[in-house]
């Protein structure tokens, strides 16, 4: 079954708790000092009028994904689900991935000495279940879903055009989109 | 991600480079049968194979999986800048080391001399588009990547090849200090002359594209104008590494020194070659960590 899997962020909902980044490293075994989201803080305004936002990302899962144009070996390749994945045996830890991705998803994990990213759980999908970010996230900032299926809820915000994507000009074409105007 | 790349990568593109260039100019003496320069051809093609072995041997040190890099080249990847770089550099090893070969005595290799010249002839026509190669190659290992606005423009695959090129000159005129003759020295300073200028010309090039870009583009090239990068890359690569080795050549060029009986500078303009190597290498490490900085 042929899907696309895309995850839409409302950052106007986050206030960084950093749950999701606590049980993606539960979730995965991710490594001490390394993780595989995280969330910016950006301050605007000047005082006493000022404003924080806070917006998770984590790997973007491009459709045209540089860091598998890159990869020597190939060990980087794009899943049929649309997700980005890494083949470790044939990683080789070149980290050239890791200096293409626009979006600096990636990481090195020098205990391993391969390069390591966020997969949409992937084997949480496939057992029918939400990525842990997504489960976790008590103020429900992430949808998660495929787009091919019309009914859900990514697929719609998508489709209504109220999702935008980071650094359009990469042209990477993310699977991962922001609600419009949830941060301004 | 800060600094994923290291101080290995800088050797291993400055050695690169440096290989590449020595081929390209050793074929090219070769190639336009310049014979009164046969002294360049030779000590070109002599020392050709081994800096960008050593750089190569480096950087698979460098690998997270270094016992796994034969994985190169078991993998099917064209549209990977490194995957092809892998592969013209074994193949540039291969050529480089047997274009050596062909400048070795007959008495230890028992060729006689037309085979010796036909091979020597074919190898440097592989040589120089081979040489070519490598040095563009190391400029668009790191230019194809549209995340670093300080890498991704087509003018860094010119200068690194330019570069090469000049750092090749360089080293030849310090082997061929005793050694070489009056002629291949005159013509290894002139051609570095050339060289410099068209490095400053390509650098000027880099700054006014990137003035005249989006704003990503010029956030990456104003890390070259503010300290730490910038320090290293006016004082040293510019005018240490540049301006100044392209005043003594062109001076010692036009044999300045010499007619004028400037004896006390001597030691100055013989040192014009390891500047402009030294030039050449902190080239190589301003751009790799400011490039790593430069973000979209």
């Given at each position: 079954m042929s899907r696309r899997l895309a995850m839409v962020i409302d950052?106007?909902?986050?206030?960084?708790?950093?749950a999701c980044i606590v049980s993606c490293k539960a979730e995965n075994g991710v490594r001490d000092g390394h993780s595989r989201n995280r969330v910016t803080e950006t301050e605007r305004g000047v005082y006493p009028r000022l404003t924080v936002s806070m917006v998770p990302a984590q790997?973007?899962?491009?459709?045209?994904?540089p860091c598998v144009r890159v990869c020597p070996t190939g060990a980087s390749f794009r899943a049929a689900s649309g997700v980005v994945l890494i083949n470790t045996d044939d990683c080789?830890?070149?980290r050239y991935c890791v200096e293409a991705c626009p979006y600096d998803a990636r990481y090195f994990d020098p205990e391993s000495g391969t390069v390591d990213k966020c997969t949409f759980c992937l084997h949480r999908v496939d057992a029918g279940l939400e990525p842990a970010c997504v489960t976790t996230c008590p103020t429900r900032t992430r949808a998660f879903g495929?787009?091919?299926?019309?009914?859900?809820e990514v697929a719609r915000i998508v489709a209504d055009d109220r999702g935008e994507v980071r650094l359009p000009e990469a042209g990477?074409?993310?699977?991962?989109f922001y609600l419009r105007g949830a941060v301004q | 991600m800060i600094h994923e790349w290291g101080l290995l990568i800088v050797l291993y593109l400055f050695l690169g480079g440096l290989s590449a260039g020595l081929l390209a100019v050793s074929a090219a003496v070769t190639l336009f049968r310049a014979r009164r320069l046969a002294g360049i051809a030779r000590t070109g093609a002599m020392a050709a194979p081994w800096p960008v072995m050593l750089g190569a041997g480096l950087l698979v040190f460098d690998?997270?999986?270094?016992?796994?890099?034969?994985k190169l080249f078991t993998g099917l990847a064209p549209l990977s800048p490194m995957w092809l770089g892998t592969w013209i550099i074994a193949l540039f090893s291969l050529v480089s080391v047997a274009h050596a070969a062909t400048f070795l005595p007959a008495w230890l290799t028992g060729w006689t001399d037309t085979a010796t010249e036909t091979w020597r002839w074919r190898l440097a026509s592989l040589g120089l588009p081979l040489g070519l190669s490598v040095g563009i190659y190391t400029g668009i290992l790191l230019g194809?990547?549209?995340?670093?606005p300080l890498w991704n423009t087509p003018l860094l695959a010119q200068l690194f090849l330019v570069s090469a090129l000049s750092t090749a000159c360089a080293l030849l005129l310090v082997l061929l200090?005793?050694?070489?003759t009056a002629q291949e020295r005159r013509a290894l300073t002139g051609g570095d002359v050339a060289l410099i200028a068209v490095e400053l010309l390509v650098l000027a090039g880099m700054f006014l594209e990137a003035g005249t870009s989006p704003a990503t583009s010029a956030s990456g090239a104003a890390l070259l104008l503010h300290a730490p990068y910038g320090l290293v890359f006016w004082?040293?690569?510019?005018?240490?590494?540049l301006l100044l080795p392209l005043v003594l050549e062109l001076l010692e060029y036009f044999d300045v020194p010499h007619r004028r009986g400037w004896t006390r500078v001597g030691p100055l303009f013989a040192a014009a070659p390891a500047l402009v190597l030294l030039g050449g290498l902190c080239l190589r490490w301003v751009i790799v960590y400011a490039g790593q900085v430069s973000h979209l």
């Open positions: 950052a106007a909902r986050c206030i960084h708790c950093a790997c973007m899962q491009c459709d045209d994904a080789i830890g070149c495929d787009l091919l299926d019309e009914s859900s990477t074409h993310p699977k991962v | 690998l997270g999986q270094p016992w796994y890099f034969w194809v990547l549209i995340a670093r200090r005793r050694t070489g004082t040293i690569v510019v005018l240490l590494g």
